[in-house]
Nanobody
Framework: QVQLVESGGGSVQAGGSLRLSCAASEYIYSRKCLGWFRQAPGKEREGLAAVYPADGSTVYSDSLEDRNFISQDNAKRMIYLHMNNLKPEDTARYYC????????????????WGQGTQVTVSS
């Protein structure tokens, strides 16, 4: 079964940290670039970061601040988005996604989406 399942979202106060997790099916994890998008209320979905599990190469969007980073666990077929010093403007629904290649990590390149996990940051 081809799927992506996110977890780890929640409500947190500004300055806190969260680690979002994405579990990928074997088909996706072994063939695709995996990464994260987010969509805030009233805004377009934007790419944040991606990793190609086969070689660990990463792509980061300019919009993703240095306080956040992506990681992978090949044994578990999972990727993570580590978010630190969270701000209210980080409030959004975060989506795991897969594409044939990382490229510029644009929404038009995505083949598969997870259902998303909500992150709410209060001031």
């Amino acid at each position: 079964q081809v799927q992506l399942v996110e977890s780890g979202g929640g409500s947190v106060q500004a300055g806190g940290s969260l680690r979002l997790s994405c579990a990928a099916s074997e088909y996706i994890y072994s063939r695709k670039c995996l990464g994260w998008f987010r969509q805030a209320p009233g805004k377009e979905r934007e790419g944040l970061a991606a990793v190609y599990p086969a070689d660990g190469s990463t792509v980061y969007s300019d919009s993703l601040e240095d306080r956040n980073f992506i990681s992978q666990d090949n044994a578990k077929r999972m990727i993570y988005l580590h978010m630190n010093n969270l701000k209210p403007e980080d409030t959004a629904r975060y989506y795991c996604a897969a594409a044939a290649a990382c490229g510029s990590w644009h929404i038009s390149d995505i083949d598969y989406w997870g259902q998303g996990t909500q992150v709410t940051v209060s001031s």
